[in-house]
């Protein structure tokens, strides 16, 4: 039991999205009784057990289709009628999402990327931070911050998105925000910004809609130039303007 917890913690205090289940009565005959937990992960793989078998099964389908995004339930499970099990009771298991911070990509290891991703992690979002410049992140000591090397579009190809990504682009190059830009907006996500001057974003709209043909629509979706307007000028004010953007915007959904 003490074991279950120990991940449970370690779910919440890092935001990995699990769901956890509890068995919140039965009656007759069945595989684990109330009280029983189990925590499942969105590739399936679970901590602890709400009884094994077919009960195990579903909980597990169950409890998959509501990890970041779905709302808690509880569900009613006739073992025999529902499920074939000779055993024959009934199990009530509660379903609820846990650890499901938003996670946050951001592309750039530069001051306002690293100052965005030291603000993220006291604010509610998981950040990683990607680079194409070797040694970037050799300084780097912030705690709850995954950082990676390498190419941006393989970086792209490896990432996982969903309709809890956010996504900021403030790379050191020109090109390279616009590279970003174009692989990630077939993507879904819930937020995508890109810092650049009202010039660059002009040239780099242009580009999209005659040149890559992106469809209007789905350029309107970006947030460029990125953040809250302000009279920002440090490299912190402009994280600062950026953070405030996607607190808005994850708060704003939440309530739709």
């Not at 969903?162 to 790379?171: E, G, S």
């Amino acid at each position: 039991m003490q074991e279950i917890f120990n991940d449970l913690k370690t779910v919440i205090e890092q935001g990995i999205p699990a769901v956890l289940c509890v068995v919140t009565g039965t009656t007759g005959s069945t595989p684990r009784k109330a009280g029983s937990k189990m925590l499942v992960f969105q590739d399936g793989t679970i901590k602890g057990t709400v009884g094994g078998g077919s009960v195990e099964f579903q909980a597990i389908q169950d409890a998959q289709g509501i990890i970041c995004g779905g709302t808690p339930f509880t569900k009613h499970f006739h073992l025999e009628d529902d499920l074939k099990m000779h055993c024959g009771g009934t199990m009530e298991i509660y379903f609820e999402p846990i650890g499901c911070l938003p996670k946050l990509y951001i592309f750039g290891g530069g001051h306002i990327g690293k100052a965005l991703a030291g603000y993220a992690t006291g604010l509610g979002f998981r950040p990683f931070v990607f680079d194409q410049r070797e040694g970037i992140f050799d300084e780097w000591n912030i705690p709850g911050v995954e950082t990676q090397n390498g190419d941006f579009l393989k970086i792209i190809d490896s990432l996982v998105f969903d309709k809890n990504t956010y996504i900021a682009i403030v790379t050191h190059k020109h090109d390279f925000d616009e590279t970003v830009l174009l692989a990630c907006l077939p993507h879904e996500f819930a937020y995508i910004g890109m810092i650049g001057s009202k010039r660059k974003v002009a040239e780099i709209r242009k580009n999209a809609l005659e040149i890559h043909s992106i469809a209007e629509s789905q350029l309107n979706k970006v947030d460029m130039p990125i953040g809250i307007p302000f009279a920002a000028e440090t490299p912190a004010e402009i994280a600062i303007s950026i953070i405030a953007k996607m607190i808005d915007v994850k708060n704003t959904l939440k309530k739709s």
